[in-house]
């Protein structure tokens, strides 16, 4: 299991955060990504793979005034 938002979900070998992010329908450009409590750079989301026991939080910045 990981935990993604606060929420465990089964975990998949081999699944990194970009094939993640993508199957959920994030958009790329208007999130942020902390893993295991540490900011992921957009650059690394398709080269870092999610591991057991991982947490992960997915920010989505929302535009208002």
């Known amino acids: 299991?990981?935990?993604?938002?606060?929420?465990?979900?089964?975990?998949?070998?081999?699944?990194?955060v970009a094939d993640y992010l993508d199957a959920n329908g994030y958009?790329?450009?208007?999130?942020?990504?902390?893993?295991?409590?540490?900011?992921?750079?957009?650059?690394q989301y398709s080269t870092t793979l999610l591991k057991e026991g991982d947490v992960m939080e997915v920010v989505s910045f929302v535009g208002g005034g």
């Not at 299991?1 to 990194?16: D, H, Q």
């Open 1 to 16: 299991m990981i935990t993604v938002n606060g929420k465990e979900i089964p975990w998949t070998e081999n699944l990194s």
């Open 27 to 43: 958009k790329i450009n208007r999130i942020a990504v902390e893993l295991n409590y540490e900011i992921v750079p957009k650059s």
